[in-house]
């Protein structure tokens, strides 16, 4: 396995907690507009107000499904590039990877994690992936 080809099967980990992260401000919003909706009691009147809300509350369960799947996708790929992951040494390296990936954190904020500069934090990180396209 190459260097290109590691980062290629860890760079979906970071992607689907971006994609998780957007669900769950979707339905964040969904429940906002459903819950700032008061139901109208009159008989007389359009029901386009009750509709609206049984839109939200559709959507809102769509998301949920959709976010379920995203979950159980994720948890599978960060599962099997774990196991991989178990195998590069030193487990500083291995730290930084999961710092990167499954941390979803940037190089700086790993960086700062670890207590080194952004420079040497990249360096290791370039390391890393070598060392994981190597045992994989």
């Given at each position: ?24 401000l979707e339905i964040e919003r969904l429940m906002t507009v459903a819950t700032k909706m ?38 599978e790929k960060k599962n099997e590039c774990l196991n991989k992951l178990e195998n590069v ?48």
């Amino acid at each position: 396995m190459t260097v290109r080809e590691a980062k290629k099967e860890l760079r979906p980990i970071k992607e689907m907690a971006s994609d998780i992260k957007a669900v769950e401000l979707e339905i964040e919003r969904l429940m906002t507009v459903a819950t700032k909706m008061t139901p109208n009691y009159d008989p007389v009147g359009s029901s386009s107000h009750q509709n609206k809300i049984e839109e939200a509350v559709i959507k809102m369960n769509d998301y949920k499904s959709r976010l379920t799947d995203i979950v159980l996708e994720s948890l599978e790929k960060k599962n099997e590039c774990l196991n991989k992951l178990e195998n590069v040494q030193p487990k500083s390296l291995r730290k930084i990877l999961l710092l990167y990936y499954f941390n979803d954190m940037t190089i700086e904020k790993v960086a700062e994690t670890i207590d080194r500069s952004p420079r040497w934090t990249y360096e290791m990180y370039k390391t890393a992936l070598e060392e994981y396209a190597k045992k994989n």
